[in-house]
T-cell receptor, first 114, second 112 residues
Framework: DSGVTQTPKHLITATGQRVTLRCSPR?????VYWYQQSLDQGLQFLIH???????AKGNILERFSAQQFPDLHSELNLSSLELGDSALYFC?????????????FGEGSWLTVV | GENVEQHPSTLSVQEGDSAVIKCTYS??????FPWYKQELGKGPQLIID?????GEKKDQRIAVTLNKTAKHFSLHITETQPEDSAVYFC???????????FGTGTRLQVFP
């Protein structure tokens, strides 16, 4: 158990709908990262938050947005969903001040768009 | 670095054989070189890492070697076992980078 909690574990929704994925980082971790992994694909970096502030963006679609709350949990919002958005979405967290980014992944949220 | 490639993309070995996966990066300022293992249905987990002031690091059956001049590092698994079957990712980075990019991934299959 990495200590990173993601909900829901599985989600099936229709095209055009909006969903919210939730992530609770490890206790004490200030950084939260979101990644998308499609079938047989690598880990695509979406966005990074540090202590409530956006720090970096990857290839995140305009239909997607994220935020990190004062209690450090994070949400990834996916709207106007398309079939191609079906993927495994991972959240990961890391601790500050270690000089490197050893990150700890959650178990992921499986999103199926039908 | 932002341009990160892994080779091979798939690798099949017989149980007991060795496996080597190579990660090539473009950012010469990278100074931390981890490898992650992703088992089916799970999130990736760190299995070994190395810093730029070290050329090689070993932990039981796994090792990582670094060639900073050529900008690549490799994961070595000896005496492979079926439970080593997974997807392996590298993630070279410089310090506390804000944009953490993973390599393209290598699917390792170990046949009994």
């Amino acid at each position: 158990d990495s200590g990173v909690t993601q909900t829901p574990k599985h989600l099936i929704t229709a095209t055009g709908q909006r969903v919210t994925l939730r992530c609770s980082p490890r206790s004490g971790d200030l950084s939260v990262y979101w990644y998308q992994q499609s079938l047989d694909q690598g880990l695509q970096f979406l966005i990074h938050y540090y202590n409530g502030e956006e720090r970096a963006k990857g290839n995140i679609l305009e239909r997607f947005s994220a935020q990190q709350f004062p209690d450090l949990h994070s949400e990834l919002n996916l709207s106007s969903l398309e079939l191609g958005d079906s993927a495994l979405y991972f959240c990961a967290s890391s601790a500050p001040g270690q000089g490197v980014n050893t990150i700890y992944f959650g178990e992921g949220s499986w999103l199926t768009v039908v | 670095g932002e341009n990160v490639e892994q080779h091979p993309s798939t690798l099949s070995v017989q149980e007991g054989d060795s496996a080597v996966i190579k990660c090539t990066y473009s950012d010469s300022a990278s100074n931390y070189f981890p490898w992650y293992k992703q088992e089916l249905g799970k999130g990736p987990q760190l299995i070994i890492d190395i810093r730029s002031n070290v050329g090689e690091k070993k932990d039981q059956r796994i090792a990582v070697t670094l060639n900073k001049t050529a900008k690549h590092f490799s994961l070595h698994i000896t005496e492979t076992q079926p439970e080593d079957s997974a997807v392996y990712f590298c993630a070279p980075q410089r310090g506390n980078t804000d944009k953490l990019i993973f390599g393209t991934g290598t699917r390792l299959q170990v046949f009994p």
